[in-house]
């Protein structure tokens, strides 16, 4: 079934690569969110910076404005 609205051929070039940059920026948004909450999580339990840091990704700056 051909439809010319929806056709690959005539969409505009780049759409793809561009949905995929949309669909990876909110992915990473939501990792970056889970780990901030992994990394509020392990403050609460008195985890130290150093070690909060080393398992998250996130910086000590980071780690301390939470």
Same mark, same amino acid.
């Given at each position: 079934?051909?439809?010319d609205r929806w056709d690959h051929i005539v969409m505009v070039?780049?759409?793809f690569k561009e949905f995929a940059d949309e669909i990876n920026a909110k992915i990473?948004?939501?990792v970056s969110e889970n780990t901030r909450e992994i990394a509020k999580?392990?403050?609460a339990?008195?985890?130290p910076v150093e070690e909060i +840091? !080393?398992?998250t990704g996130? +910086? !000590?700056e980071e780690v301390?404005?939470?």
């Open positions: 079934m051909h439809h070039p780049g759409i990473a948004e939501h999580k392990m403050k339990k008195n985890k +840091t !080393e398992f996130l +910086t !000590e301390k404005a939470l």
